[in-house]
Nanobody, 118 residues
């Protein structure tokens, strides 16, 4: 059974930091690119970041503006998202997704809530 389990979300003040984790199981983790996708309240899905199977290539949405860093540990089948300088507009449910092909989102976690507020 394929599982992606996000953790690390919560309430943080503007300007603060948070590190999200996503533990994967049930598939060959290092065959897949991993993505973070988010959904703000009342909004559609927004792609945030992707990392290639071996961590050699990363891309970010322009809205991130250098504030986030994606990484992965294939030995632990885990992908991370380090979020710094958080803004209120970063408030969203953050989903971890795995894709075998470019631009694919084959597997999804249940999401973790990030709330940025004073």
């Amino acid at each position: 059974e394929v599982q992606l389990v996000e953790s690390g979300g919560g309430l943080v003040q503007p300007g603060g930091s948070l590190r999200l984790s996503c533990a994967a199981s049930g598939f060959i983790f290092d065959d897949y690119a991993m993505n973070w996708v988010r959904q703000a309240p009342g909004k559609g899905l927004e792609w945030v970041s992707v990392i290639s199977w071996n961590g050699g290539v990363t891309y970010y949405a322009e809205s991130i503006e250098g504030r986030f860093t994606i990484s992965r540990d294939n030995a632990k089948s885990t992908v991370f998202l380090q979020m710094n300088s958080l803004k209120s507009e970063d408030t969203a449910v953050y989903y971890c997704t795995g894709g075998y092909h470019a631009d694919a989102y084959d597997y999804w976690g249940q999401g973790t809530q990030v709330t940025v507020s004073s």
